[in-house]
């Protein structure tokens, strides 16, 4: 406790200079740019509530981020500062999201529960995963007291240790906050055997399935016209819920040189040297790794090992080192830390091959001169043509970090939501394993249809199923039969009758009937041993003959211990989805980055 209080104390004298001097270094060369932000009043990068949310606020989420992540001395890839900064923005607005509903319900966190969840008998979570013995895996108390101990000594650690504090503190506000909302929705009894009656309904079916598939996609021609008029129709299932920008573009990929290739490979050999040696991997891999740091722990059993396990299981010894593993230019590390009772702890590091500065200058100097040819669209594909490259297209919002496979987009979205009009060329921008050049063509807002292209597949599919049932009801009407065999033996084409027995109304965990919903959902409307009419349903065609109709009384407190797990499982995620959609959470990053 007396340990807790001095950082605390201390802690905060030094949150107005580090912030500022990290301010300084993540800005770097744009600083000269955004400064006229701040002094204009205009620092803010976005709106929750119809209320800005400050840059400063996100430079200050990013740098805990930045120092929770990467090591000292240590600087991370540009794709690496991407997902730290989107991680940071998604941070930054839960908790303002959170810290609003929790000042209203009047949720705190005492500093006894939080002495408690720090070094108590119920340590949080977080501290649990952090301070783990690396022989056995388990927590060791005694290894988070050396550490705190050690940052009452550290200035830089005191703030660290006071924001990182700060997080606990709100998780454990948010959980209450989760329990209060689960507690909070009442459920009647006759609710719950109303829902728990519907959950043992289940009924015995004959039926005849007509697959779309049965009617050849080539003998229903599609216009764009038609895919248009559908949306419109539809247009609440097609309406723009944010802005966006649509891009065509090609990229360029960079090679790296036959000397970057050596000096990865001495420094992938070096690594697993220091992996081997390492008296903590799990921090060592946060330390080193290209990829995202919740993968740098795997925990799983023998029939879940990677596949570069698989032909050496029998002769894995904990602290033996496995790779690298390539695939699609990732070299993987995985150390064995544990191994019992079936059960395989591993740290897993992601490596990236490394590109020199000297390489990509001379690749820029070789597309330079592409880039400058192209003028619009038409230039843009007549090159495409010539250089045997793939057009492709993106539709980009503003929260967007990624296009296609490349990881570092947030150029493309800058210049689009800042520079870009429709028809406009792009400049060649950097994605760090490649160059992209495109060309802006077409732009929406909010409210707006959103762009055939983005939605072309889905939309292409309903209206081919669409037209497709009107082919099938048709010849169905042509058809005379009493019964569903004589329906089946004048329709032809192979459909014969078929038989489910137990269907059930809401646990239906047959795989063929599976997007059936509305052929399921009817059957327990219909009368019994009557022959329905052709029912419309995702996959095809379905007509019904319900034989029996029944339910079972003993499902009931099965039903209800099923929901209550979903429920404690997906409830934060609902919670936090209704939060900002009434926020109406608005990103404006690109304005400054």
């Not at 229903?220 to 649509?246: C, F, G, V, W």
């Not at 249809?449 to 209206?463: E, T």
């Not at 409307?525 to 009419?533: A, P, V």
Request: proline content about 3%; some cysteine.
């Amino acid at each position: 406790m007396a340990i807790l209080k001095k950082i605390r104390k201390t802690g905060n004298r030094f949150v107005v200079i580090v912030v500022l001097f990290f301010l300084i270094m993540f800005l770097g060369s744009e600083l000269a740019r955004i400064i006229p932000h701040f002094f204009s009043g205009k620092d803010q990068i976005g709106t929750l509530f119809g209320k800005k949310i400050s840059y400063m606020d996100y430079c200050k989420v990013y740098e805990e981020a930045y120092h929770n992540v990467v090591s000292p001395g240590k600087r991370p890839t540009q794709e690496a500062q991407m997902r730290l900064k989107n991680a940071a923005w998604h941070q930054l607005v839960q908790d303002m999201l959170y810290t609003k509903e929790l000042n209203q319900a009047g949720i705190v966190v005492g500093d006894c529960e939080l002495v408690d969840l720090v070094q108590g008998d119920h340590i949080h979570p977080w501290l649990i995963a952090s301070f783990k013995d690396p022989k056995t895996a388990a927590f060791d108390k005694q290894k988070l007291l050396t550490a705190l101990n050690e940052l009452s000594k550290s200035e830089g650690g005191q703030e660290r240790w006071c924001a990182y504090e700060k997080k606990i503190a709100l998780e454990r506000a948010k959980h209450k906050l989760h329990q209060l909302m689960v507690q909070s929705c009442f459920v009647t009894g006759l609710e719950e055997a109303q829902a728990a009656e519907r959950a043992g309904l289940f009924c015995d079916v004959d039926y005849l399935h007509i697959p779309f598939t049965l009617v050849e996609d080539d003998l229903i021609p599609i216009t764009n016209q038609q895919l248009r008029d559908y949306m419109a129709a539809h247009k609440n299932d097609y309406t723009a819920a944010s802005e966006s920008r649509t891009i065509q573009y090609i990229t360029l990929p960079i090679q790296p040189s036959e000397k970057d290739t050596s000096e990865f490979q001495k420094e992938i050999s070096s690594l697993i040297v220091q992996f081997s040696t390492t008296t903590d991997p799990y921090i060592f891999a946060k330390q080193q790794t290209d990829g995202h740091v919740t993968d740098t722990t795997l925990s799983c059993t023998a029939d879940r090992l990677p596949d570069a396990f698989t032909t050496i299981r029998h002769t894995l010894k904990e602290g033996m080192v496995v790779g690298p593993v390539v695939n699609n230019s990732i070299h993987t590390l995985y150390k064995l830390v544990k191994e019992e009772k079936g059960r395989y702890e591993i740290a897993v590091i992601e490596k990236k091959p490394i590109i020199s500065d000297h390489t990509r200058n001379i690749h820029l100097k070789q597309v330079t001169h592409l880039a400058d040819q192209v003028k619009s669209l038409v230039d843009l594909e007549k090159l495409a043509a010539n250089r045997h490259l793939t057009i492709q297209k993106e539709t980009v919002v503003p929260s967007d970090y990624t296009i296609g496979i490349h990881a570092d987009a947030r150029k493309v979205v800058c210049w689009l939501y800042n520079k870009a009009a429709v028809g406009k060329v792009s400049p060649l921008l950097d994605l760090g394993d490649a160059y992209l050049l495109g060309v802006m063509v077409d732009q929406v807002k909010v409210g707006d249809l959103l762009p055939l292209d983005s939605v072309r597949h889905k939309v292409y599919q309903k209206v081919l199923h669409q037209e497709k049932a009107k082919l099938i009801l048709n010849k169905l009407k042509q058809v005379d039969g009493l019964t569903l065999q004589a329906i089946a033996e004048a329709y032809g084409e192979g459909i014969a009758v078929q038989s489910v027995d137990g269907l059930r109304f809401l646990d239906n965990n047959l795989p063929h009937l599976k997007q059936a919903q509305t052929f399921v959902g009817k059957c327990f409307g219909l009368s019994l041993n009557l022959i329905s009419d052709p029912i419309v349903d995702e996959i095809g065609i379905f007509i019904a003959c319900v034989k029996r109709r029944d339910k079972e009384t003993a499902t009931q407190e099965k039903y209800n211990q099923k929901m209550h797990q979903i429920e404690q499982c997906m409830q934060p995620y609902y919670f936090l989805k209704a939060m900002e959609e009434l926020a109406q959470v608005k990103d404006e990053r690109y304005r400054i980055e």
